[in-house]
């Protein structure tokens, strides 16, 4: 814990007070305390990690430092003054930058365009032009001014994020989670720009749950939890273990993954290929992947590169025009609907929890009702639903997977992330499937809950099951597969255990690395075929 | 037919088309700031009843014109502060709104019903109106329709060019992200409603004043509804808009031709023409399911609560 600090201007002498002194920050909301008295203090020059699980409050400090949430009580101090922020334009003003985690570019415009919205001046598009191009080459983040921003991969977007922020000059950027859409090596791309930052004197607040990267980057850390503040650390002389004890409060045992020799094989896509007929998605070219019983294949990759299509094709919500090109079970069902799919065995936790994995605005034992009704006879008789059935199962899930809810009646949308989350993985689980498709099963979960969540993915390969997990998360992957594969603009790669394999490589792979020697070899089989 | 007739018939598809570019401009900036604003139809009768009564009690065209406007911008703000104030469903607010005109200005035009006036006058541009045949084809019309090309400029520049044109782009695309940046998510879009409001004010006003110079009850006749559909259907470009609306005009101009010249078809039949045409032209034109995507505005209907 830090000293506190007195709140006068007194020894706030330029050189010596911090750049951002926040003291005794809290925030309410109707259900839930966000923010209860948190202190935080950033040098001049500093790069200070704001970790915490989700939920943990640090998205709605950060919210409250630059200006879009206010504070119910609490003061904060800029260079030694006592300021207000009650607006981003106040925040841009005082040298205070952010670079959001998702989606804060406007996909139908310019990059030219998305930048002159954040400038609070209008600069003339031939001027702005140049400053973008200046500061990109300066900062090593290469951007084309002219192109539209929903032609672009995600990590060209954060380029055009930071890019942003720094024009305005700041002396304080806000990172809120930036490596949650990057490859291993823009990770390391983007630590070289943000260690030059530093040195210039720029004090950045990194905002992350990945303890790796802030022991690898950050001088000091502020740890929350549940709302209040867990503790502050320096990354550089703890080991994961220590910092995720703060962040947690509890200590963590590793998954385990017995060997085991897998079986015959239940899930089968053969050069499936899928246009994609959304205009920002990815057409799926020549996809062929094997899953067998009692192993557990992860699709590693960054967002956008198919996984949703993918996904589509896998559920059944998207038909493929070859009815072979995907088996269950070695049955072709390309074209057979998701409730055809999970009568043969088909499991599958969709990435969006609200809107697909459940109906936000339904109850626990309806939407359990939803999926069971194609596969548990119980539920649905003679085409009458059993209620009975439905709250029996629901309540079972929520026992068996420490759902923290109001029970089987609860609303699904009520839930936190996490806990929804347990009881569709627990639902999917207690339908016996015979082939699981998990797609971001722990995205955005907390640690505790995500640990369960694997951990009831390999107890499902060690019953036989065939499991598919598709994330974002490497080292997640590494722990919990039994094969790799990578996924990268549309294309599969070849399959590596993860003792054949390394994170260098499969990063390599996830910006397409593997696509040329894949098309070479096509071209020699197509040549040996002719 | 003579030459005379053809520059008849130019002459009356611009006419015919410069309510609709008015309602249609105005709709496109609302919906492009992510407000859906189904009130067209009753805003242009207020403005219509509205134009006409103060034009003939102050015998001043142009001091009805100014009323319409205002009648207009009344009209939308009380949409605005239900649908962006009080965050009541854009959808349904818009029929009330409709319904709601259509009642009003019958209500209030009464008296004035049937009541003929001397229309909007050409203006008469020296040394230009009198060129021969190019004088009579563009020279000649009243100061609103050469005031709706003007806006169809003025639009289209703000929207393309100008940095509060982008910022209300962004808003309509992404109103969080731009709350989140720091700009006025709901007075931009209160503006762009009253800007809506206004230019159908002036196109209610423009058909008791000059289209057929007198009150009647229901007088737009569906042309507010073209005017929505001719936004989406233009996939929200001016452009379109303006092709779309003469086009309309020019089916409208034709169909009555034709029932001059005794058609055995029936008359209903020819008076759907117009609606019926500019519907599956703008159909075929948009088929393409990314046009839409890439230019309908992101939000569009969807409220927003800055604290939510």
Redesign the interface.
């Known amino acids: 814990m830090t000293d506190s600090f007195p709140p006068t201007t007194s020894a706030a002498t330029p050189g010596s007070a911090p750049r951002l002194a926040l003291r005794g920050i809290s925030k309410r909301y109707p259900s839930v305390v966000a923010n209860d008295a948190v202190d935080l203090t950033v040098q001049p020059g500093e790069i200070h990690a704001l970790m915490g699980e989700n939920g943990a409050g640090k998205s709605t400090l950060m919210k409250i430092v630059y200006g879009v949430t206010r504070p119910d009580a609490g003061t904060i101090h800029w260079q030694g003054e006592p300021v207000t922020i009650d607006s981003p334009a106040k925040a841009r003003a005082l040298g205070i930058g952010m670079v959001f985690q998702h989606f804060s570019l406007f996909e139908t415009l310019t990059v030219a365009e998305n930048i002159a919205l954040a400038l609070d001046h209008r600069a003339a598009p031939s001027t702005l032009d140049a400053r973008i191009n200046e500061v990109s080459e300066r900062y090593g983040l290469p951007v084309d001014p002219k192109r539209l921003v929903h032609s672009m991969s995600v990590g060209e977007r954060q380029r055009v994020e930071i890019v942003r922020c720094l024009l305005q000059a700041p002396q304080l950027l806000i990172m809120d989670e930036p490596t949650s859409v990057l490859t291993p090596q823009a990770v390391q791309t983007l630590f070289g720009t943000l260690r030059r930052l530093a040195s210039e004197g720029v004090s950045i607040l990194y905002i992350s749950h990945k303890l790796d990267e802030i022991r690898q980057l950050c001088d000091t850390a502020t740890v929350l939890r549940g709302g209040r503040l867990a503790g502050t650390a320096t990354p550089r002389l703890e080991d994961d273990a220590g910092l995720a004890r703060l962040m947690i409060g509890s200590e963590l045992s590793p998954c385990q993954l017995p060997p085991k020799q897998p079986g015959e094989i239940m899930l089968e896509l053969t050069n499936l290929n899928l246009p994609s007929s959304d205009p920002f998605g990815t057409h799926l070219q020549r996809v062929d992947l094997r899953v067998r019983r009692g192993e557990i294949v992860g699709i590693a990759g960054v967002s956008g590169n198919g996984q949703k299509e993918l996904m589509a094709a896998l559920s059944g919500e998207c038909l493929s025009p070859d009815v072979g090109a995907v088996r269950i079970g070695g049955q072709p069902v390309g074209r057979l609907g998701p409730a055809a799919r999970r009568r043969l065995g088909l499991g599958f936790v969709p990435e969006e929890r609200l809107g697909r994995g459940a109906v936000p605005a339904m109850s626990l034992s309806d939407n359990a009702l939803l999926t069971g009704a194609a596969t548990a006879p119980a539920m649905l008789r003679h085409g009458l639903v059993s209620r009975r059935a439905a709250r029996d199962f629901a309540t079972g899930v929520i026992a068996a997977f420490n759902v923290k809810c109001g029970g089987e009646s609860s609303i699904a949308s009520s839930l936190s992330g996490g806990n929804l989350q347990k009881f569709i993985v627990g639902r999917e689980v207690r339908l016996d499937p015979q082939v699981m498709v998990a797609a971001q099963p722990t995205w955005g979960v907390d640690v505790g809950a995500s640990q369960m969540i694997r951990q009831a993915l390999i107890e499902l390969r060690n019953r036989d099951v065939a499991v598919l997990v598709v994330s974002e998360e490497l080292d997640e992957l590494f722990a919990i597969c039994d094969r790799l594969v990578v996924i990268a603009q549309g294309r599969l790669s070849p399959s590596r255990t993860p003792a054949q394999t390394s994170v260098e490589e499969i990063g390599s792979w996830m910006s397409g690395g593997f696509i040329a020697a894949a098309d070479a070899k096509q071209e020699v089989r197509d040549a040996a075929a002719a | 037919m003579s030459l005379d007739t053809w520059i008849a018939i130019f002459v009356s598809t611009v006419v015919a088309a410069t309510p609709l570019i008015y309602a249609a401009l105005g709709e496109l900036v609302t919906e492009k700031a992510g407000v859906l604003n189904l009130g067209v139809e009753g805003m242009m009768l207020v403005g219509a009843v509205v134009g006409f009564i103060v034009g003939v009690n102050s015998g001043s065209l142009v001091l009805g014109y100014l009323a319409a406007m205002l009648a207009g911008v009344l009209m939308s703000l009380v949409f605005g502060v239900l649908t962006i104030t009080l965050q009541a469903n854009q959808v349904a607010t818009g029929l009330a709104l409709t319904l709601f005109g259509a009642g009003l200005s019958a209500f209030v035009g009464r008296s004035y019903a049937g009541q003929p006036i001397d229309g909007a006058d050409a203006l008469h541009i020296p040394l230009l109106s009198d060129l021969p045949v190019v004088g009579a084809l563009l020279f000649q019309f009243n100061a609103l329709v050469y005031g709706s090309i003007a806006l169809f400029f003025a639009v289209q520049w703000f929207l393309s060019r100008s ?1 509060a044109g ?2 209300l ?2 808003i309509g ?2 109103p969080s ?7 006025p998510v709901q007075k931009t879009r209160y503006r762009a409603v009253m800007f809506g409001g206004a230019c159908s004010g002036i196109a209610g006003a423009y058909l008791s004043t000059a289209l057929t110079p007198m009150w009647v009850e229901g007088m737009s006749s569906g042309r507010g509804w073209i005017a929505l559909a001719l936004v989406v259907f233009a996939t929200w470009k001016p452009l379109r808009v303006l092709l779309g609306a003469y086009l309309f005009g020019g089916v409208t101009v034709l169909q009555l031709y034709a029932q001059g010249f005794g058609l055995t078809v029936p008359s209903e039949f020819l008076s759907m023409l117009p609606y019926a045409a500019t519907i599956v032209v703008l159909v075929i034109i948009c088929r393409d ?2 046009t839409i ?3 309908q505005p ?1 939000s569009l209907g969807k409220g927003f609560h800055p604290d939510a």
């Open positions: 940095h982008l910022r782009r962004a695309e992404a992200v731009s709350h989140a940046i720091g700009h399911p990314k995507l890439l230019n992101a």
